[in-house]
């Protein structure tokens, strides 16, 4: 599903990552972990397709994406890949339906069926209330689950996620990880999520562990041996 070979990142005279090999699974929940400054957020980017590795390649479901220009890599990402982050950067001046809409509108679906498909996640989701509220009208929970929306909206076979618990109380980070593996047992996604959360990170199928740019440790989690 996710492959990188020899992936490398320097800013300036900081080598950030370094020959980075992974090798991740369809449908595998994967954790990254490390101290403040070991690369994750930006192997993260790379996988993404949000920033260029220095080096190395990358494939995802077998498209080296380090190949693409500008313009195919957005159309890749776009269909291919949801974001969801720390902070859930929803447009404060659009309902929780418009915002979930919004990669859909970018790929070019019609309104109805992208309204349908907002619908259908937001009863999923168990939001189904919260369709016309903006988002200072919503809690914090409600609000990152309406990004969880949007980044699934595309139905994208690869969810990245950028602590994305990091700014909920401790019911809903619960909830939120709970979620994540409901996701993935109902729509086969795979998922990357960059987390200090060490019940996220047990809770995964694997741990990779970051330190000074390199893969330290990628073994299985606890509760995948269970």
């Known amino acids: 599903m996710i492959k990188t070979d020899n992936i490398s990142k320097s800013f300036d ?15 595998e929940i994967v954790s990254v972990t ?3 400054g070991a690369g994750k957020t930006t192997l993260l980017q790379i996988i993404g397709t949000l920033l260029d590795a220095d ?4 494939l995802i479901e077998d498209t080296d994406i380090t190949n693409l220009n500008q313009k195919k ?3 890749f990402r776009n269909e291919h890949i949801g974001f969801v982050f720390q902070f859930h950067h929803l447009l404060p001046e659009f309902t929780a339906i418009e915002n979930i809409c919004m990669p859909a509108f970018i790929k ?3 309104k109805k069926s992208a309204v349908k498909k907002a619908i259908d996640l937001l009863n999923f989701l168990n939001l189904s209330d919260r369709a016309e509220h903006k988002p200072n009208e919503m809690s914090g929970g409600e609000q990152q689950r309406v990004a969880v929306a949007r980044a699934l909206i595309n139905n994208p076979s690869v969810i990245l996620a950028d602590e994305p618990s990091g700014n909920l109380d401790t019911e809903n980070k619960k909830a939120l990880h709970q979620l994540f593996f409901s996701l ?8 990357v999520i960059v987390t200090h959360n060490n019940e996220l990170a047990h809770m995964s199928d694997r741990i990779i ?3 000074d740019g390199k893969i330290i440790n990628g073994k299985q989690s606890e509760s995948a041996e269970n």
């Open 184 to 191: 993935r047992d109902k729509f086969e996604q795979t998922f």
């Open 13 to 27: 005279n900081l080598n950030v990552l370094k020959e980075i090999e992974l090798n991740i699974k369809k449908g």
């Open 108 to 110: 070019g679906t019609d």
């Open 73 to 75: 890599l957005a159309k």
């Open 55 to 58: 080096k190395g390649t990358i």
């Open 209 to 211: 562990k970051l330190e």
């Open 34 to 36: 490390g101290p403040s």
